[in-house]
């Protein structure tokens, strides 16, 4: 059950991420624009990218 929990979690972690990347390129403005903007670490981004 534990693992289960787990890939679901990583899979919605994931699906997250893929939304913030997409939503950082077609925001016209630099990575570090875009995580300041939005408080997220630029080394969390590049990690997820």
Excluded: P
């Amino acid at each position: 059950m534990a693992d289960n929990s787990l890939e679901i979690r990583t899979r919605v972690r994931m699906a997250q991420w893929q939304s913030i990347i997409k939503e950082c390129k077609e925001s016209g403005m630099t990575v570090a624009e875009f995580c300041e903007d939005r408080n997220i670490s630029w080394h969390a981004y590049y990690y997820w990218l």
